[in-house]
């Protein structure tokens, strides 16, 4: 059974940190690109950033999140993390990790992705 299971999303004041991990079960992990993806009310899902599961190259980030988000994984525990500094309020939302094997021009769109988290999140306040 495949599984992505986040953790660490929670409420912080803006310019603060939070670290999400997606652990993950069920599949081949280095055939895989792990992407992240938030959505806040009434919003459309959108991609943060993402990277391979094989080795944790090619990474990429949206560009409202470069310089202040990191992406990265571990292979031997199967976790991808996202590291979220310099926090914003425009920032809060429901965070999901999610699966698949995207084209390299795809890898920021949701419906490229096979398997989904049940997400977790993320709340910024001024």
């Known amino acids: 059974q495949v599984q992505l299971v986040e953790s660490g999303g929670g409420s912080v004041q803006a310019g603060g940190s939070l670290r999400l991990s997606c652990a993950a079960s069920g599949f081949t992990y280095s055939l895989y690109y792990m992407g992240w993806f938030r959505q806040a009310p009434g919003k459309e899902r959108e991609g943060v950033a993402g990277i391979s599961g094989y080795g944790g190259g090619n990474r990429y980030y949206a560009d409202f999140v470069k310089g202040r988000f990191t992406v990265s994984q571990d292979d031997a525990k199967n976790t991808v993390f996202l590291q979220m500094d310099s926090l914003e309020p425009g920032d809060t939302a429901m965070y999901y990790c999610?699966?698949?094997?995207?084209?390299?021009?795809?890898?920021?769109?949701?419906?490229?992705?096979?398997?989904w988290g049940q997400g977790t999140q993320v709340t910024v306040s001024s």
């Open positions: 999610a699966a698949g094997r995207p084209s390299s021009d795809a890898r920021h769109i949701a419906s490229a992705y096979n398997f």
